[in-house]
């Protein structure tokens, strides 16, 4: 299942073959205070996604353990890489074009969301991204 998307001014755009994982919230700090709120990602082999951004506008901000792109004119957050995993590539799954056929597969960092949140409870929840459990 190819898919497509792009951010919010289309500067950047890409394209994935084959299929997506299906989608993580995170509340994790990091994505709260980048995104605003929690985060809804999916993702798939970085040798999968093929980036296009002509004007050179996807940026990455690096935390050294993680980093995430973004479009440095409209300010979409895109695509988030673990140091260690950079062979993945999570996808924020609002600029997907169509997310249909991705389903909700767990929670990461639920004891850290915020009161206001409700966190699903058919899915797995998760203390920290999930590598606590075999």
């Not at 190819?2 to 994790?28: Q, Y």
């Not at 993680?66 to 996808?91: L, V």
Request: charged share 20%.
């Amino acid at each position: 299942m190819a898919k497509a998307g792009s951010c919010l001014c289309e500067a950047i755009s890409f394209d994935v073959e084959g299929p997506l994982r299906n989608v993580l919230h995170c509340h994790c700090v990091n994505c709260r205070k980048s995104s605003g709120s929690y985060v809804a990602s999916s993702g798939c082999p970085t040798d999968k996604l093929t980036i296009n951004d002509p004007d050179e506008q996807l940026r990455w901000y690096d935390l050294g353990y993680c980093r995430y792109g973004f479009c440095a004119t409209c300010g979409s957050r895109m695509f988030w890489q673990g140091a260690e995993h950079m062979d993945h590539t999570s996808i924020q799954a609002g600029v997907l074009d169509d997310a249909s056929g991705l389903t909700l597969e767990g929670i990461w960092f639920a004891d850290d969301a915020q009161p206001h949140v409700d966190l699903n409870t058919d899915v797995p929840h998760h203390t920290g991204n999930g590598s606590e459990t075999p």
